[in-house]
């Protein structure tokens, strides 16, 4: 029964967009409060199921956010951009985004 679950929850949780971050030498505290500060506002995006963000190395951000659907992903794009405006200062260049569908999940 735990498998069909998991098969269930990835049907309903099916487009993903990753990002890859640079943060400026010195500003991840600072990016991390930011991010803090925007919680409330991310949570608000409709059809974001979940977000996490995964520190790769002492400047390198992977952002993982998964949407309900392609539609719900798509619209949720100008939102996205506008609160990520505040995270720019701290950004060492532009972020690499990109879009996938999710294909595999397990859960323990």
Do not use: H, W
Request: aromatic residues 8%; contains cysteine; hydrophobic residues 40%.
């Amino acid at each position: 029964m735990e498998i069909i679950d998991n098969c269930t929850l990835l049907r309903k949780i099916m487009y993903y967009r990753i990002t890859k971050a640079t943060v400026k030498p010195g500003a991840f505290d600072d990016a991390m409060t930011t991010m803090e500060s925007l919680r409330k506002s991310i949570g608000e995006i409709n059809g974001l199921v979940s977000s996490i963000l995964i520190r790769t190395s002492e400047n390198e951000l992977l952002a993982v956010a998964a949407y309900r659907s392609k539609a719900d992903l798509e619209s949720s794009e100008i939102k996205f951009k506008e609160l990520m405006v505040d995270m720019m200062p701290y950004m060492a260049g532009t972020p690499q985004i990109t879009f996938g569908e999710g294909v595999f999940s397990f859960n323990s």
